[in-house]
């Protein structure tokens, strides 16, 4: 335990999105529980807030979200909403002019996409690189790179600003390259906070269920899934967005409405990074489909704690499906699991001594 320090987390805690709710609010409140007085710095920006609603609302553009669903999308962002209000904020300021953000003693960045260069609208602000940001210190928990891949390089007027950070950890393989390439060091990889530390205990919703999460699965994936659910006499919920395919759809699902679904469910399908998060912090058969934008954080995540054998492609057989979906998770899993978190506490025990 190090002595209490004035921290400020730096993410995307307004996202309307369960992943990057809750490891905003598992990072801010890890570090709470490990003694110091840490809040999310509660940025703001009227251009990204108009976007985020538009996607929430929107999630499948191109394609126009249903009528019959619009209410249900309308009542899972006022959800967000109440969830955002509940947590620990700093007071307000600029996205692109923190000048008005009060001093911290570390500033953490991360988890989440916050370096990556293709986001649909963060890309570019430079303040998760460091500038503006008033703090004695500057440290990187799980950030990531997202889908800009090592291929592209990293320009070097955005290397230079990460060379202000005095630690560096990432949560992937790509995003470690990326720094190794660009400032000659490795960084470790860490465990994105919802498995780092503990999930706020929610009530798990029981039943004989699949959770669905995700969207634009391939149609072999709805297939094999489906088939297999109908043969053991399970139903498919999704959760947080629409799909027809499913038997029952819990589109307005609020983040506490998620992390109970997710934990009672007895399997889970996904495409989504925090799908599988969630089933591995729960311990729950699962299984994912890649898709390009979340291709290298599910590839390292799944390659980091040995659940490779959990990606599925449109070669896989659909009788692989019935294995993977039944399967209970490797024991080697839960023992690199537990290496990782030894590991993560082991860097912030370093960073903010």
Known sequence: MTSPRKIGVLTFHRCINYGSYWQARCLVEGLRHRGHDAVLLDHHSDRVDRAEWRCALQPLLPAPTPK???????????????AFQALPRSERFALHDPAA???????VVGSDEVWNLRHPWYAGASL????????????SYAASFGSHDVSDGLDQTWAAKLQGFTAISVRDENSQQLIERSLGF?????LDPCLQFDIPNQDAETGDYVAVY??????????????WAASRGLR????????????????????????RLMAGARAVATNFFHGCVFALANSKPFICALSDYRSNKVRALCSA?????????ADTDAG????????PLAPRIAERLGVLRQRSNAYLDHALA
């Open 128 to 139: 998760f690189f460091g500038d503006g940001i008033r703090a004695k210190r500057l440290v």
């Open 214 to 227: 995700g969207h634009s699965f391939p149609e072999g994936f709805k297939q094999a899934l489906r088939a």
């Open 101 to 107: 953000m009060e001093p911290y003693d570390d500033v």
């Open 186 to 190: 490795e960084a470790p990889l860490v």
């Open 320 to 327: 692989r499906y019935q294995d993977l979906l039944e399967e």
């Open 305 to 313: 704690v040995g659940a490779e054998d959990r990606l599925v492609t």
């Open 236 to 259: 498919l919920i999704s959760i947080g967005y629409s799909a027809n395919w499913t038997d029952e759809q819990r589109i307005d699902a609020g983040p506490g409405e998620f992390a």
């Open 68 to 82: 019959a669903d619009r209410p249900d999308y309308v009542r899972k962002t006022r959800k967000f909403f109440d």
